[in-house]
């Protein structure tokens, strides 16, 4: 393993200390709580909170979208494991101003004990808790069993709208309801090239031979669709629209907003290789980009590989998905 | 009779997480075939949390319930993933079971079996055949519940349950999951064992030879 | 190769095509020359104009760093080659808004070759340009050699402030004294664990054996001071630091701003695991995080790795740095 | 006597152009040891855009003073890294001493070789030894200028520069080098050979060989 860490243990717990203090102007560290970072601007007398949280690894995700008009707080797992229940609640109480919290998360089985049994917690002291469970990735079920989705990158977009909601105003109930719609508008789909490996275990979890990509990879490697003979990055990116589209009849003249996510080992420049595509092939489909995001937004560790999500937009999510917003995984100037 | 005590039962975790601790990177490496490979973390991390936890607080007062309620909430506080939940579930769902005692007769211990198996099932939503640690817990508690006359001892309940247990968790490689992380594989699942299966069945293991080890010195 | 590329010989037009698309709220393609890419706002009347330039395969630098109160335009070479010296000039061309141009760029030969023909290209146009070659790569040659060192990721302190210096109406003069302070108060160094690959070239053109690292790394695997047995996270954070602060002697109370940028394929968790570290480190030196940057900054394809750049503040520079700027690289809130 | 026209120019660096081509899996590779391994690239698409401009304004009215500008200002804007600017350096160069006239007498040919190392030392401000190409078109310039007499001919003089460029070329490994990217080296740059050094011996080949095929054709 080529990489910078000290006690493998300890990786999750520096990790958030690095991520604190570089931050500092916009997360802090619950007092609390070790793992769970909350926004400088949390909580907010009258606002509803916005709280999400996940297994580590991801980064910028989880805790990157901590932040002005975005998350107001964030429960920190290990790594690709759901943070505790405790975390998740002491995340629901350090964003609540009074509001309501909507917790914004994805749809895995531990997350969805864990913030179950957070909300059973927490409602006894009169914290009145809403969820929306993320489940863009198109792969991961048939569409006929939707529910049965994981969340992948698509998240953010939830994160997004649900946090300018909350920042303009909105009740728990309009938080909840407009972010539901970020999701059900929200496809995503991942292509893997290449493993990743968890420090504690010491070596790839799973394979992806040379030569070969793995279309409709998971975020924890979770295998994908079909593996098949690694394509020029111009097929690839028609694979992964189609996948994206033929899940997701839209109809023409729809704005769209698009992310593109490295999974930790793709240099970036070929994630413009592939947006370059993916836009031609969007606008061939008769949509229009309102908006795009390609970087590194929700990594797997050193995964090589990319992440296309799709969003469209009706009114309500267009004003919000331009909402200014500060957080170190994604800004939004007004 | 001998009896099954609140010390006893920090004993069984201390045995339960050392077992844990050296299943780690097996647990690990099953998980890695069809989940995410941190079900070894998850379950040495817990089970050693739980019996550190049992060590230092074991005082006069505690019951038995007492002890079951704290291993779990530590277990929730510690681990998280899907582990965390449904083990907290299973453990207070044994301090129900146990009860406000400070000690049980010994031969109430293979009740352990079936209330894990309820909890998680409650907290998980989940059925045997999912592919999942059900497959282990069920068999064993099945065992408990309907084979095992009274005439037959504690310990060989308890082994009966063990190897029930044992053939349920080698029985997941021939089923496709539908629940937890490796339900996203369907087909492509067939030919793994469910790690969480093989670990409760290392529980179960370890809740055998323990028994056994403990009617030997009383 | 496991990576999302077409034919290698349109990768670099592929990348910079995506790129105008996905911000084309910020960056346009100059339309005389494809390998120039400008600022939305540039040119500014009365505005000094900022230029840089370099091979890709850095991203998001160099383009990245093109937008509001930042780089005006960007000459854009083939990977890891210098731009052509018409790209310089029309690059300068179009920042050119009458008070002349500011070429801020890495000391590369071929750069100071082909910058220094570009000047004289645009100079019988009446375009005055001056220059400032960052030169803040420690490791690249002794102190007592200070101009033969190279340039790398502090090359972002030097745009940033001489685009903020220029955003607040500097003259060409004040824009070009400021971004050499910026360098002159910017060391930087790079510790690479693993190599990458040039996707026409095929295979890594340099090795880093599994378990060992080479510190003092180059921008494009230019060997370092020494490879050495790859050690714990915290023991590299503090052997990075010891190089920059060994060579830069700088007064207990300095106020610094860090940029700790990965090199393309290290997971983000471990660039927050050095940055914990590092700025223990800076604090027992007496130094203060004025401000931070994590994040993949100045990449080198897929390589393994990080660079570690630390900037000395004035209050000039501390004035310029917090300065507000939106560039798809780089964005400070105001 | 034969001359050298303006589409002599054209045929000889389509010559270039094509061993550029073979060499250039080679010349990247070299350059990876010590540099960046974009030589080969840079070499091979550099000529080949130069050729392909001489071919396609090859007209009545080019003197080979236009040709050899052409094929500067083409590899200038064609190639950038250090190779466009030294390169297109030497090829202005040439053009004075070559000069607005459409031909020349053949044995003015060997001519390009200070030519060209004038060039290239005058923007690299490098000098023999520093480990670059000027370790190869030094020693074959200095064939041209100071050790072929009149009584040898043509072909013979570029034979020599190339045999004396492709030691220069081996003689590189030896050096330490102090100019460009493997500057940074230092010692370790030792025990490999300067990538510039290596295409500059294979166009001094490329251009004895021409001169040898023309002469032969003519
Ligand atoms: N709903 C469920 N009911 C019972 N067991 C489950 C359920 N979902 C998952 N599991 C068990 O959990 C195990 C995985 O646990 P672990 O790896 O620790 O958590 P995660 O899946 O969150 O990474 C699976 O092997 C399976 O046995
Ligand atoms: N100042 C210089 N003078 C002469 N030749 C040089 C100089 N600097 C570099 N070179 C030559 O350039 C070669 C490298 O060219 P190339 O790889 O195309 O460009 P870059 O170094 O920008 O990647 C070196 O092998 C060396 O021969
Ligand atoms: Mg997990
Ligand atoms: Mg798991
Ligand atoms: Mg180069
Ligand atoms: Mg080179």
Same mark, same amino acid.
């Given at each position: 393993?080529?990489r910078?860490?000290?006690?493998?243990?300890?990786?999750?717990?520096?990790? !958030?200390? /690095?991520?604190?203090?570089?931050?500092?102007?916009?997360?802090?560290?619950?007092?609390?709580?070790?793992?769970?970072?909350?926004?400088?601007?949390?909580?907010?007398?009258?606002?509803?909170?916005?709280?999400?949280?996940?297994?580590?690894?991801?980064?910028?995700?989880?805790?990157?979208?901590?932040?002005?008009?975005?998350?107001?707080?964030?429960?920190?797992?290990?790594?690709?494991?759901?943070?505790?229940?405790?975390?998740?609640?002491?995340?629901?109480?350090?964003?609540?101003?009074?509001?309501?919290?909507?917790?914004l998360? /994805?749809?895995?089985?531990?997350?969805?004990?864990?913030?179950?049994?957070?909300?059973?917690?927490?409602?006894p002291?009169?914290?009145?808790?809403?969820?929306?469970?993320?489940?863009?990735?198109?792969?991961?079920?048939?569409?006929?069993?939707?529910?049965?989705?994981?969340?992948?990158? /698509?998240?953010?977009f939830?994160?997004?709208?649900?946090?300018?909601?909350?920042?303009?105003?909105?009740?728990?109930?309009?938080?909840?309801?407009?972010?539901?719609?970020? !999701?059900?508008?929200?496809?995503?789909v /991942?292509?893997?090239?290449?493993?990743?490996?968890?420090?504690?275990?010491?070596?790839?979890?799973?394979?992806?031979?040379?030569?070969?990509?793995? !279309?409709?990879?998971?975020?924890?490697?979770?295998?994908?669709?079909?593996?098949?003979?690694?394509?020029?990055?111009?097929?690839?990116?028609?694979?992964?629209?189609?996948?994206?589209?033929?899940?997701?009849?839209?109809?023409?003249?729809?704005?769209?907003?698009?992310?593109?996510?490295?999974?930790?080992?793709?240099?970036?420049?070929?994630?413009?290789v592939?947006?370059?595509?993916?836009?031609?092939?969007?606008?061939?489909?008769?949509?229009?980009v309102h908006?795009?995001?390609?970087?590194?937004?929700?990594?797997?560790?050193?995964?090589?590989?990319?992440?296309?999500s799709?969003?469209?937009?009706?009114?309500?999510?267009?004003?919000?998905?331009?909402?200014?917003?500060?957080?170190?995984?994604?800004?939004?100037?007004? | 009779?001998?009896?099954?005590?609140?010390?006893?039962?920090?004993? *069984?975790?201390?045995?339960?997480?050392?077992?844990?601790?050296?299943?780690?990177? *097996?647990?690990?490496?099953?998980?890695?075939?069809?989940?995410?490979?941190?079900?070894?973390?998850?379950?040495?991390?817990?089970?050693?949390?739980?019996?550190?936890?049992?060590?230092?607080?074991?005082?006069?007062?505690?019951?038995?319930g007492?002890?079951?309620?704290?291993?779990?909430?530590? *277990?929730?506080?510690?681990?998280?993933?899907t582990?965390?939940?449904?083990?907290?579930?299973?453990?207070?769902?044994?301090?129900?079971?146990?009860?406000?005692?400070?000690?049980?007769?010994?031969?109430?211990?293979?009740?352990l079996?079936?209330?894990?198996?309820e909890?998680?099932?409650?907290?998980?939503?989940?059925?045997?055949?999912?592919?999942?640690?059900?497959?282990?817990?069920?068999?064993? #508690?099945?065992?408990?519940?309907?084979?095992?006359?009274?005439?037959?001892?504690?310990v060989?309940?308890?082994?009966?349950?063990?190897?029930?247990? #044992?053939?349920?968790?080698?029985?997941?490689?021939?089923?496709?999951?539908?629940?937890?992380?490796?339900?996203?594989?369907?087909?492509?699942?067939?030919?793994?064992?469910?790690?969480?299966?093989?670990?409760?069945?290392?529980?179960?293991?370890?809740?055998?030879?323990?028994a056994?080890?403990?009617?030997?010195?009383?």
């Amino acid at each position: 393993m080529q990489r910078f860490i000290n006690d493998p243990d300890d990786l999750v717990d520096e990790t !958030v200390a /690095g991520f604190v203090k570089a931050h500092r102007d916009l997360v802090q560290k619950d007092p609390m709580n070790a793992r769970v970072v909350t926004s400088r601007f949390a909580p907010q007398e009258g606002k509803v909170g916005i709280v999400t949280g996940g297994g580590s690894g991801h980064e910028p995700a989880f805790i990157g979208y901590t932040g002005r008009n975005m998350v107001d707080a964030v429960a920190v797992g290990e790594l690709f494991s759901s943070p505790t229940a405790k975390s998740f609640a002491d995340a629901i109480r350090a964003a609540d101003g009074g509001a309501g919290v909507a917790v914004l998360y /994805g749809n895995y089985a531990g997350d969805n004990m864990n913030v179950r049994m957070a909300k059973e917690m927490v409602t006894p002291e009169g914290i009145e808790v809403s969820t929306v469970v993320a489940n863009d990735d198109v792969c991961s079920a048939p569409l006929t069993d939707r529910e049965k989705r994981r969340g992948v990158a /698509g998240e953010i977009f939830m994160w997004k709208i649900g946090g300018a909601k909350a920042a303009l105003g909105g009740s728990l109930d309009e938080v909840i309801a407009v972010s539901q719609r970020a !999701v059900d508008a929200t496809r995503s789909v /991942g292509v893997g090239l290449g493993p990743c490996t968890l420090p504690a275990v010491g070596h790839p979890n799973f394979q992806i031979a040379p030569g070969t990509m793995e !279309v409709g990879i998971g975020h924890h490697g979770e295998p994908g669709t079909r593996v098949e003979p690694l394509k020029a990055a111009d097929d690839v990116a028609d694979d992964m629209l189609k996948i994206v589209l033929d899940d997701h009849d839209l109809p023409e003249g729809t704005e769209v907003v698009v992310l593109v996510s490295g999974l930790g080992a793709t240099p970036i420049n070929e994630l413009y290789v592939l947006y370059d595509r993916l836009e031609t092939g969007l606008e061939a489909a008769g949509l229009r980009v309102h908006r795009a995001f390609v970087g590194n937004y929700f990594t797997s560790l050193e995964m090589i590989g990319a992440t296309l999500s799709v969003m469209a937009l009706d009114d309500e999510l267009k004003t919000l998905i331009d909402v200014e917003c500060a957080s170190p995984g994604m800004v939004v100037t007004g | 009779m001998s009896s099954f005590t609140r010390s006893d039962l920090t004993d *069984l975790f201390r045995a339960f997480a050392q077992r844990m601790a050296a299943e780690r990177t *097996l647990l690990g490496e099953l998980d890695g075939e069809i989940g995410d490979a941190d079900h070894g973390v998850a379950m040495a991390d817990g089970f050693e949390a739980a019996a550190r936890a049992l060590a230092n607080v074991e005082d006069e007062n505690q019951t038995l319930g007492d002890g079951f309620t704290l291993a779990g909430q530590v *277990l929730l506080n510690a681990v998280g993933a899907t582990t965390g939940p449904l083990y907290a579930s299973a453990l207070t769902r044994a301090a129900t079971t146990f009860g406000p005692v400070q000690e049980v007769p010994f031969d109430h211990l293979p009740a352990l079996i079936p209330a894990i198996f309820e909890g998680v099932e409650r907290r998980g939503h989940g059925k045997p055949g999912d592919k999942t640690m059900l497959d282990a817990w069920w068999p064993a #508690a099945h065992v408990v519940t309907h084979e095992s006359d009274s005439s037959s001892g504690t310990v060989e309940c308890l082994r009966a349950a063990a190897q029930a247990a #044992a053939k349920g968790a080698e029985d997941t490689r021939a089923m496709m999951a539908s629940r937890g992380r490796a339900a996203r594989l369907g087909p492509r699942s067939i030919g793994h064992l469910d790690p969480g299966a093989v670990s409760a069945a290392a529980l179960l293991d370890v809740l055998a030879s323990w028994a056994a080890d403990h009617e030997r010195l009383t």
